[in-house]
């Protein structure tokens, strides 16, 4: 199936008037604002389900529909909206977008079902792709044309913030209005960002043809794939991946959509996605390098967070964390921004994967003592890698479509935004996968040592027993009470367990990337080496 030739992306824009310091704060001001609604509307609710399930009438696997809903839409919304911001104009792109949002935002007001609110969800997935754009625009027009990467790499930065502040502040939200309290704050925020937008207005940009025969058949396909992949990877785990057919049936249709949309994508003059572009080798090592970053960055919310939860603790009492988390990810940043002028991105790279390692290390000696200020240094640690992997992918991905002069850009987009959601979806998967097959292993391992004959464990028990002493007079009643919570300690203690093998898996498999990464960085030195030696020679 063919299609009509996209011209080559958009033209040099109109020279762009003197810089002005002043007006550049400004613009920084606003990319902050963008970035943070859109990272609280992602993460209120992402972080907080189990507060919002009681508000909706929902179980736990009906509120984790919320989330699926949100990915579902929202990884293949960036492509197709990117293609709508060259085609209708930048101002235009942003009025219509933050306009959207702003409905959504206030239809989440008015959501009192779960069927209503999946389905605002969903359309929220849509609204919020173009607000990263927005974010990353703003703090690239805040700096001098020589510094976009700069401003760029700012911009994607500020997108990281939402996360750990909507855990900070979610739980005084919760309290005061539930599942309408997270996004009082979002609502608000959004009609901060329409006035901001109309005041500062960014500055216009050629509009060039991008849409081409055959793109609504194509992007159909494409946008339906990705969304069945996120049902599988957000729901196989609560479904368990065994146990429920229609999980085999949607991962079956997915691959069927795909192989016809690759099929038909591959014919066409203008494709959707430049898929031979996508198989070079460096964007085979770039996708990779990003589905295991984000694999193994996801120790951090199914990890230790998963662990502060299991042990008892709530957001509320994990503020102090999340700000160590809050500075970890500017900390990694500012490094980032350290390499730029001598382009050493495989060194960051590197060094993100190293400090993975030595957190998923610190972490894996967990107890059911262990309290979050234990995990301080670690998270902190965790939070600068994620930070400086997003920063060199960023700048290593983006310096290579404008060094072949800029066509693949709308492809990078794709990949960049969808391989990071993607990533960290597989990650979450596979971990919370990973957490209750070991958490089965070691309650069936430590109750099969615990005999009644042992006197540790009949001291155990009537120590246990001893605590009901004042409330029951029955005996019977006693030992039933104190095996109830022997048995709750040893589900505990293989939990905690579980936890550990987690954080073990995910150093190894940093390691084992670092040496990858250091072995391949090592090969390409030598043969440079080389190369330049012969060229002396001759």
């Not at 085609?87 to 009025?95: C, H, I, K, S, V």
């Not at 249709?253 to 038909?264: P, Q």
């Not at 610190?362 to 059911?368: I, L, P, V």
């Not at 073990?504 to 072995?519: C, D, E, N, P, R």
């Amino acid at each position: 199936m063919s299609g009509q030739a996209v011209p080559a992306p958009p033209p040099v824009p109109p020279e762009a008037p003197p810089y002005d310091p002043r007006q550049g704060v400004v613009f920084a001001l606003v990319s902050l604002l963008v970035g943070l609604t859109q990272g609280l509307g992602v993460n209120l609710v992402n972080v907080n389900l189990s507060g919002v399930q009681g508000a909706l009438g929902a179980t736990a696997v009906e509120a984790g529909w919320l989330t699926t809903a949100y990915y579902a839409t929202n990884i293949s919304a960036s492509i197709l909206l990117t293609k709508v911001r060259y085609q209708y104009g930048l101002r235009w792109f942003a009025d219509v977008v933050i306009g959207l949002y702003l409905l959504l935002a206030l239809a989440h007001l008015f959501t009192q079902q779960l069927g209503s609110a999946l389905l605002v969800r969903a359309a929220l997935g849509v609204a919020a792709a173009p607000l990263s754009s927005l974010a990353v625009l703003y703090m690239v027009q805040a700096f001098p044309p020589s510094r976009a990467l700069v401003g760029a790499l700012l911009g994607f930065g500020v997108l990281q913030l939402g996360m750990p502040l909507s855990r900070i502040i979610s739980e005084d939200l919760l309290q005061i209005g539930q599942w309408h309290g997270l996004h009082f704050v979002d609502t608000g925020l959004a009609v901060l960002c329409v006035a901001a937008i109309n005041v500062v207005r960014l500055r216009p940009m050629p509009t060039v043809q991008m849409f081409a025969r055959g793109d609504g058949i194509v992007f159909t396909l494409y946008a339906t794939a990705l969304a069945l992949v996120c049902v599988v990877l957000t729901q196989g785990r609560y479904a368990w991946w065994t146990d429920a057919a229609w999980i085999g049936q949607c991962l079956a249709l997915a691959v069927l959509l795909l192989g016809i949309y690759v099929a038909v994508e591959l014919r066409r003059d203008a494709p959707l996605v430049d898929l031979r572009w996508l198989a070079s080798p460096f964007m085979l090592r770039f996708v990779g390098a990003t589905l295991l970053f984000r694999i193994v960055l996801s120790e951090q919310t199914v990890g230790a967070v998963g662990l502060m939860n299991a042990l008892g603790f709530t957001n509320d009492q994990m503020h102090t964390l999340f700000v160590w988390v809050t500075v970890g990810t500017m900390a990694g940043f500012l490094l980032t921004l350290l390499v730029v002028p001598s382009q050493r991105f495989g060194a960051v790279g590197i060094g993100a994967l190293a400090l993975v390692m030595l957190a998923a290390w610190m972490d894996g000696d967990a107890t059911t003592l262990t309290r979050p200020h234990d995990l301080y240094l670690s998270q902190t640690l965790l939070a600068a890698a994620s930070a400086m992997f997003l920063g060199m992918a960023l700048l290593q991905g983006f310096t290579h479509v404008l060094a072949g002069g800029g066509k693949q850009l709308i492809s990078f987009i794709a990949v960049f935004g969808g391989g990071q959601s993607l990533g960290a979806l597989i990650g979450q998967a596979w971990l919370s996968t990973l957490l209750v097959d070991r958490q089965r292993l070691h309650y069936a391992h430590l109750v099969e040592q615990l005999q009644l004959s042992d006197p540790q464990v009949a001291q155990r028990l009537a120590q246990l027993g001893g605590a009901y002493a004042g409330q029951l007079s029955d005996a019977a009643a006693r030992s039933g009470q104190a095996a109830a919570l022997l048995a709750q300690q040893v589900t505990q203690q293989a939990t905690v367990l579980a936890y550990n093998d987690l954080f073990h898996a995910v150093a190894m498999i940093s390691t084992l990337g670092l040496f990858v990464f250091a072995g391949f960085k090592t090969h390409r030195w030598h043969r440079a080496r080389r190369q330049a030696a012969s060229t002396a020679a001759a």
